[in-house]
């Protein structure tokens, strides 16, 4: 086996962790201020992937509008939408959850996660679409010396790092993020001391939900657009969330790359256990860390 | 005195039902009521969220087919043995998922339970996307010809009926009672002196074998075992059944197992909306119907008993 393969595979992988560390980075900040577990990040991922698609694709031939949404464009309009979408949902339903039992919440995005995927089965094909807008700019392979890799995957990991790590500096480094960790911690006593804890709230599950929005638009060129493209994605990135442990965004950005790179090199060295191997690691986790790594115990 | 009517009720209704409806129809609504039933001893009266009991369920109907199909052995061994995985399996990732807690119980069990799907797709012996098909009935006993529908009926609702009445004598027992003093205040039975993670990981284990009960059970009936079975979609559709019926009830799970099956049934024309009216149901039910409709029965026949004792 040579070292070309391993390392493609591992990109390939860091290429997955990319969107693992921005979903299971968005469930840490909604957990950290709501207490749920927002199930509906998968079909929210979904959702920007098809803003995209259908802004690029479909505009014209359904509404008559003869405007097309491209790639960049959909960078910006589909985290805005589904972010949208976030505040709704959080005003209208979950608002009224948060003083019941935090498991409501999880049954509750559910359902919506089945309409979601339900009402976009209907109008496209389960097996996948393709997204079309790729930009010039970024077809094509660079060569990084020892590889020649896709240029557009290279996009995707950097970009998706740059949301990350500044989403990180966002929140553990800004004075609007240290008010978020204040709300985190103490929501009465943030309240008290005149900040307006239930907006924060709602811009928090909006902000979450947008960055599975983004993630979905930056996965279209990559992946096919399926309905069912986020409802897989979300049971790997819950299990990604039990390992890391959501104390801590920090944590739940670099499990999500490390259990991209351990599922891209499994690849390389056991296929077959390729589709498992992270619950697996989540059992191991379980079994002596249950807490997770970076998590403490709430 | 409620439960005692509803009982008979629902005594009458299983003997007769096929003579009024699809015999297989109904097996499958009964197979769906004990998997109700399992799951809302672990929620309802445990207060464990588990979203991974297809994996039981669906797990279960493997084993069961296997054994039926290509062992030889009879109905009846083929859904004891298919139990029995499903308690080895239960006491395992029982065994994993007690040591989180709330949320994170939910997401582990839903993770775990995705293993047994990716095995059952690429196990060789599970028949991949295919699944396992003509698994045979066979006779029960030696000399009750299962092929014929209402003999086979009959089998079910027996399975049903002692799934039912163990998930009773369980509610009604001290055991139970710790459970629900678990569910109600965690740190108290702790304090208490009971054990929790062992109490926990009883009614978890019992959950799941019971679970295990239904989906063998399913798969001889309908000769086949499928992915479905033990999709995630599968452990949310058994959440919303208890949810639609009344969690925490003992006749809940039973009807909103035959309501959300009907549903699914009667809307199966309409594709990919019978989703979407699904989730609709759910939202409405976590928003607005909580207690269910056994629950808010329950709850007006006490508010009146009270506004008549005062």
Known sequence: ?298 | MTNRILFIVMLVAGLTAPFFAYPVFVMDLLCFALFACAFNLLLGYAGLLSFGHAAFFGGAAYIAGYVTKEWGFGPLIGILTGTGFALVLGTLFGYLAIRRQGIYFAMVTLALAQIIYFLALQMPFTGGENGLQRIPRGDLFGFIDLNNDLAMYYFVFAIFLVGFGIIYRTIHSPFGEVLQAIRENESRALSLGYDIDHFKLMAFVLSATLAGMAGAAKAIIFQFASLTSAHWQTSGEVILMTLVGGLGTIFGPVLGAITVGALSHELSSFGSWVQVILGVIFVVCVMTFRRGIIGEFQHRLERRKNQRET
Not at chain 1, 28 to 40: K, R, S, T
Request: with cysteine.
């Open chain 1, 1 to 298: 086996m040579s070292i070309q393969v391993i390392m493609s595979q591992a990109l390939l992988g860091l290429n997955v962790g990319v969107f693992y560390a921005m979903l299971s980075l968005g469930l840490a900040v909604i957990f950290g201020l709501l207490n749920i577990i927002n199930f509906a990040h998968g079909a929210m991922y979904m959702l920007g992937a098809f803003i995209a698609l259908i802004g690029y694709s479909f505009l014209e031939q359904w509404f008559g509008i003869s405007l097309q949404i491209g790639f960049w464009a959909s960078l910006i309009v589909a985290p805005l939408l589904v972010g949208l979408l976030g505040v709704i949902i959080e005003r209208t339903m979950l608002k009224r959850l948060y003083d019941l039992d935090h498991i409501y919440g999880l049954l509750l995005t559910f359902g919506i996660t089945l309409i979601l995927q339900g009402l976009f089965a209907n109008y496209f094909n389960v097996s996948g679409t393709p997204y079309p807008g790729q930009p010039e700019v970024l077809s094509g392979v660079v060569n990084l010396g020892f590889m020649y890799f896709p240029t557009y995957r290279l996009f995707a990991i950097v970009f998706s790092l740059v949301v990350c790590f500044a989403t990180w500096f966002f929140i553990e480094h800004t004075k609007l993020g240290s008010r978020l960790r204040a709300g985190v911690e103490n929501p009465d006593l943030t309240q008290a001391f005149g900040l307006n804890v239930p907006l924060m709230v709602t811009l928090t599950f909006a902000f979450g939900a947008g960055l599975a929005g983004l993630a979905g638009v930056l996965a279209a060129p990559i992946y096919s657009v399926s309905p069912l493209m986020g409802a897989d994605l979300i049971i790997v990135v819950f299990a990604v969330v039990v390992i890391g442990g959501m104390g801590s965004i920090m944590g739940a950005i670099l499990s999500g790359l490390a259990l991209g790179l351990v599922e891209g090199l499994t690849k390389v060295f056991y296929p077959p256990a390729a589709n498992t191997v992270i619950f697996f690691l989540m059992v191991l986790v379980l079994l002596f860390r249950p807490a997770g790594l970076f998590g403490k115990e709430k």
